[in-house]
């Protein structure tokens, strides 16, 4: 297989969740162009003014992409120079950032689709971005490839991008709005576990970030690796639960 | 969405598992093309000749496509005029038996896929092809649009196909060649209903079906749908064994 860095796909996976303490973002860091290239890059970026605003970006599909978005948008939020200037920075609520970063996507869109399309690449960048400004409530998107987003609600609070399948059953046992921060942080990990027990496109470090409501920056942010003591034990401990759950249900006799 | 009868697809979930016991097939039977328009089809085809032969074919993909293919095979099955006829009913072995199912998907192809391609609609048809032939052991095969297949072995004991990630962890798990016959059908149903959980393509009644090692005929070929007490079981402690186990693993209190 051909490991053209401008059609570097990244079988990643991402998880955001909204609940009434805060909002937890959870990323895998595997990026690869066929299984003989496997490679770590972040996929998360971090937008911070304590006290004011605190917003977090969590991109899969095109590494390049995500990238020149990534820059577009970390070089806006930096440039002091123009009050004019629309960014992650000075916007008003977290809808007009959703709508920024979107804008930024169709930017990077209208300069790399033709060339990768020539080059047989589809533009393909889906997005997970959330966060709170003073004001509001803590807020979740999810922004599609053509810059278009829908928002998390009390029905759905949590979204997932990239390889979401085999860690979408416990979400949807577990996940709801009461839940808690902590133990939203542990669905997540166990999510997470699964996908990455049953896909080897999905793979450690990962990249944990929490942010508390009403405290306008990031709680915390840990890097989790193979060596990391919490999600070793979660990783031990669900597969036994799950054996052990499997193995609690009465056998079916009757066949 | 359009709901031509020649694109019906099926996001269907089938899933069939080989033991040293034997073999178990679990199939639903949802077929839609479109939220707004599901059907219900049986998407599993049984060829036995008690004492000597037993195989079961199961489908996704397509509508139209699989069911030419298992109304070609039954047709060739049940022609006892010529013994030069190469059928199910005379393969020499279950090798033999996955190259004539492959075969029968290369006729449908070479009949229909130009008349579909000038609908826009793929030619896509996946099978899980098992049983057992007397003088050898089960064998459990994967055949894929083009006609080739593959077996499975000893590490690889299971073939999934149609919306498989959802119910894969539990199966990479669990499943062993020595688990037996009845804990396997617990597994598969476990694995289903993690499937229908979370996604609705998916969905009851179901086709179950055990073929015993050395029996040489179907086991027992059960119909689940909604009322069925032992799924209904399962459904409702899966569910809670899922909530239980992530509850007992302590909270990342070091956040």
């Not at 304590?50 to 599909?61: E, F, I, N, Q, S």
């Not at 496109?201 to 690796?225: E, Y």
Request: glycine share 6%.
């Amino acid at each position: 297989m051909h490991a053209l860095f401008a059609s570097e796909i990244r079988m990643t996976y991402c998880v955001g969740i909204l609940v009434d303490e805060g909002l937890v973002f959870l990323s895998d860091s595997r990026t690869n162009a066929g299984v003989d290239q496997i490679s770590t890059f972040r996929k998360v970026a971090l937008f911070e003014h304590p006290g004011d605003r605190v917003m977090v970006l969590m991109t899969a599909g095109n590494l390049a992409i995500s990238q020149a978005l990534i820059s577009i948008l970390h070089e806006r939020f930096a440039d002091k120079t123009s009050e004019a200037n629309v960014s992650l920075a000075n916007a008003k609520n977290m809808f007009e950032a959703a709508r920024i970063v979107g804008e930024g996507l169709r930017e990077v869109y209208h300069r790399d689709a033709a060339a990768l399309k020539e080059n047989g690449v589809e533009f393909n960048a889906t997005l997970i971005f959330g966060g709170q400004i003073a004001g509001e409530l803590p807020r979740l998107f999810n922004i599609y490839s053509a810059g278009n987003f829908i928002e998390a609600t009390p029905d759905t609070p949590y979204f997932q991008i990239g390889e979401s399948k085999y860690g979408k059953p416990i979400l949807d046992r577990v996940i709801t709005r009461s839940l808690g921060l902590q133990r939203s942080v542990k669905c997540a990990l166990v999510s997470m576990d699964s996908t990455i027990r049953s896909n080897l496109s999905v793979g450690l470090p990962l990249d944990l970030i929490t942010v508390k409501r009403d405290a306008l920056r990031i709680g915390s942010h840990v890097n989790i690796d193979a060596q990391h003591q919490y999600y070793t034990m979660i990783n031990r401990q669900w597969s036994e639960s799950l054996r052990h759950a499997f193995h609690a249900i009465p056998d079916p006799d009757w066949l």
